[in-house]
C-alpha cells in the first residue's frame, strides 16, 4: 500500500521504518530536513508537503507532537486535506487532546474524508520492535480496514470507541506513567537516603505488586544518571496539560495529576525539558541533596 507518513521523530521515524520493512511504499514529509533524507535512504520517497503526502498516498499517518501540530498538518495551507481524495483515511498517531481529535474529525467528514485517532504507547523502544499499544477512536468500520497496517507498527490495537476515545485513553495512560515515575523517584529517593542501594531495591520488588513495566524501563536509567529520551518531559507536560483540561471539562478529580505536573514544569524551568521523564528523579535528587544515581 501508498502511506503517506507525517512527523518523523523519535517514534514516526521507527514506526515508518517498520511499515517499509513490511513492503509498503513510504511518501515522507517533516518540516525537519535530516528524519526524511534518513528514511528517502533506506527507500521512501520525501514529499515537500503534508498535502503531497496524501495526494501520493492511499492511507496518510500523523505522528506530530500535539493538536496545532495535527492541525497545521492536516487542516492547514499545503495540509492532508488540500490533497487527499475523497473516501481516503487519515490515522493520527499523535498523543493530542480528544478534544483536537474530534475537531479534526469533523473538518475532515465535512470534506469526505474519514480520519482516526490511534496514539500510542510503548516508547522508543516499542516503536522500534513494532510492539506499540494502540488505542483507537473513530468509525469502527475505519478502524476495522486499517487494523493490519496498525498490527505491522503494534503489539496490540484496540478500538476504544468514537471520535477522541483513543485519546482519551491515552491521557488515562499517561496519568498512570506519570505518577508511576514520580512514585518509583520518592521511593528510591527514600531509600538512598535511607541507606539502603536503589539497585538492591529495585531487585527486591520488580517481582512483586509494586513492579511495573515503567519501574522496569524508568528505574534503571535513574540508577545509571542516564535521562536521554525517550519520551521528552516537555511532551510529558503536553500530555497532563491536556489532562486536566480535559478533567475540568468533563468534571473528573485529577488532584495527583496536577502535583505531577507541577513536577515537571519545575523540571522545564531548570532546562530539563528535552530529558526523559525519568529525570522527575532529579527533582526529588535536587530536594534531598542525594542521587538515586549508584553503582
Ligand atoms: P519528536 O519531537 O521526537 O518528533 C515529532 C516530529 O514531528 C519531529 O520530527 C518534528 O519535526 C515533527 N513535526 C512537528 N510539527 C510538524 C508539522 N507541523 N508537520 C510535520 N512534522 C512536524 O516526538 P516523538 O517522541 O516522536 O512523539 C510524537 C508523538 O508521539 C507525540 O504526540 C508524543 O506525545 C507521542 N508519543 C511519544 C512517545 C515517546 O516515547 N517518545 C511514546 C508514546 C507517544
Redesign the pocket.
Known sequence: MKIGF???????KPMARNLMKAGHELYV????AA?VEELAKEGATAVAS?KEAAEKGDLVIT????GP?VK??VLGANGVLEGAKKGQLVVDM???APTASQEVYKACKAQGVRFLDA??????PGAINGTLSIMCGGDKADFDEVYDILMIMGGSAVYCGESGAGNTTKLANQIIVALNIAAVSEAFTLAVKAGVNPRTVFDAIKGGLAGSNVMNAKAPMMMDGNFK????ID?HI??LNNAIETGHAVGAPLPLTVQAQEILERLHFDGHGQCDHSAIALYYEKLAGDTIKHD
Open positions: 507525517i512527523g518523523l521523530g523519535i517514534m514516526g514529509y517533516d518540516i525537519i528524519p503534508p505522528m506530530v507532537p500535539n501540530q497545521e498538518a499523535s498523543s493530542i496514539p500510542v504507547s510503548g516508547g522508543e529520551p525517550g519520551f521528552k511532551l503536553k500530555d
